[in-house]
């Protein structure tokens, strides 16, 4: 269908560029995006997308806004405290472009409905915060034959890449056994708000540049480190041992050595009301402890930890707890590599805690 002339004019700034066109607005007119994840890169993405006339867009996402998202999520506000992430993206991407179609997915997705959820878009944002749902979207992406965008943000830094996992490298091949791992989300391992809307702006980008056939990231890896302005972009294989996309064998043994004994708030709260209670050990920064913490729990340096075992004696019986479980995942694995065997991780960590057990803690 040809553009209208309102459309001509709401877009006349991307028209006149070079390989863009009528034709080209038409394509991404056209188009139909997933984008999974409205936090930090998410909601950023989201922006730019609506605001370049992609015909129909999905978002996918859990959970309210809080006080502590709103200094990189910039399409809420103060006033948005509290209320749902999805049912604000709808109000907000339709005032800036009432023509685009936005559908809202409210709930975690996971390896059983995630398939279902991004089968009707042509491409997909991750621009999620966790290994587990990054998995699951490499492994529906193969299934789908869906190209995807992946971007990550921490601290400084940003990653980028784009996947075609039925024809390129996948994240499996990128990192083998992903929904395994831990990784430091904004709330344990910090983030700046511009970094995140610069991987956002590039990720959005990306999307754009695959629906007009533009040059992509597509088989390439990009690391950004934008404290010193060194950006770097590597080639990625196919592998064929990768556990996804190949032939899985090989990184079995790697694969195993991620995994981590977890202990729920259930049972957590069941064994330090017992006569033998485990000790609790909150690896956060000083400042978050003297926020909110379990109650009987003793702070640990988390970089001491790391270092030296800080102290602990490998005979005692260890529970590790952090914002979400990161942190003490990590501290886990290098407590086990110093021969400590009776430690457990809190799964979820304090967000989990808070949610499950004690409603008035604190969150933030």
């Excluded at 190209?147 to 980028?160: D, N, P, R, S």
Aim: aromatic share 8%; with cysteine; net charge neutral.
């Amino acid at each position: 269908m040809p553009l209208s002339k309102e459309e001509l004019i709401r877009y006349s700034r991307q028209l006149v560029v070079p390989g863009v066109g009528p034709e080209g607005q038409e394509k991404i007119k056209a188009a139909k995006v997933a984008v999974v994840g409205a936090g930090g890169l998410g909601s950023l993405v989201l922006g730019y997308l609506v605001g370049a006339g992609v015909g129909e867009i999905g978002a996918f996402d859990f959970g309210p806004v809080e006080l502590s998202n709103l200094h990189r999520q910039l399409i809420y506000g103060t006033g948005d405290i509290g209320r749902l992430k999805t049912e604000l993206v709808e109000q907000r991407l339709r005032e800036i472009n009432p023509e685009v179609k936005v559908n809202t997915g409210e709930g975690l997705l996971t390896g059983e409905n995630i398939e279902a959820a991004l089968a009707g878009y042509d491409y997909i944002a991750d621009c999620t915060d966790n290994f587990t749902t990054r998995a699951a979207i490499n492994k529906a992406c193969l299934r789908l034959k869906k190209t995807y965008v992946h971007g990550a943000v921490y601290q400084f830094e940003g990653q980028l890449a784009v996947f075609e996992p039925h024809s390129g490298p996948c994240l499996g091949c990128l990192l083998p056994g992903a929904e395994n791992q831990e990784n430091q989300a904004c709330a344990e391992a910090g983030v700046m708000g511009p970094a995140a809307g610069a991987v956002a702006s590039m990720q959005a980008l990306e999307i754009l540049k695959l629906i007009l056939g533009f040059g992509t990231l597509k088989g390439k890896f990009a690391m950004l480190d934008f404290q010193f302005a060194d950006f770097n972009v590597v080639e990625l294989k196919k592998r064929a041992d990768c556990p996804v996309c190949g032939k899985p064998g090989r990184d079995k043994k790697f694969i195993d050595s991620l995994a981590v004994d977890f202990i729920t708030p259930e049972e957590l709260n069941k064994r330090l009301a017992s006569k033998t209670p485990p000790r609790l050990l909150d690896l956060r920064y000083s400042w978050e402890h003297d926020l909110c913490n379990i109650t009987g729990d003793t702070w640990l340096d988390f970089d001491e930890l790391m270092k030296n075992g800080a102290g602990l004696k490998a005979g005692e019986e260890l529970v590790l707890y952090c914002k979400a479980q990161s942190k003490s995942a990590a501290a886990w694995r290098s407590l086990r590599a110093k021969g400590f065997k009776n430690i457990s991780v809190l799964k979820g960590g304090l967000d989990s805690w808070a949610e499950k057990i004690d409603s008035k803690m604190t969150r933030y």
